[in-house]
């Protein structure tokens, strides 16, 4: 049932994001900002925990997990280093993922050519 749980999540996430793109004129970085910021602001109240004890791998997956893990580290890393935490901590859970997606990128632009 977990299954069926994160694949309704992931994609009631796409759905959102998809009427934003077709109803408003905002772009795809704009949806992408807007998700992780919300991401962080429910992982402040303590909702996306919820939401990922509920719905399992399948509410780490989309963009806005990116902002539940920023929030998440730096609040964390804040109780046991003070103030000076905040900005440690906010990449101690993201670093992997932040740094392979600059390799990768690298990476790839050097393998395939722009179209124009």
Request: glycine content about 12%.
């Amino acid at each position: 049932m977990i299954y069926l749980y994160s694949f309704i999540f992931c994609g009631f996430i796409c759905l959102i994001g998809q009427l934003i793109l077709d109803n408003t004129k905002l772009t795809p970085g704009h949806v992408t900002a807007l998700f992780v910021v919300i991401g962080a602001f429910l992982d402040i109240f303590g909702i996306y925990d919820m939401c990922i004890d509920i719905f399992g791998g399948g509410a780490l997956v989309p963009i806005t997990s990116f902002g539940h893990s920023l929030i998440h580290g730096a609040l964390e890393s804040a109780l046991d280093n003070g103030i000076m935490g905040l900005s440690i901590g906010m990449f101690s859970l993201t670093s992997a993922g932040i740094i392979s997606a600059i390799v990768f990128a690298f990476f790839f632009s050097l393998i395939f050519k722009p179209k124009n």
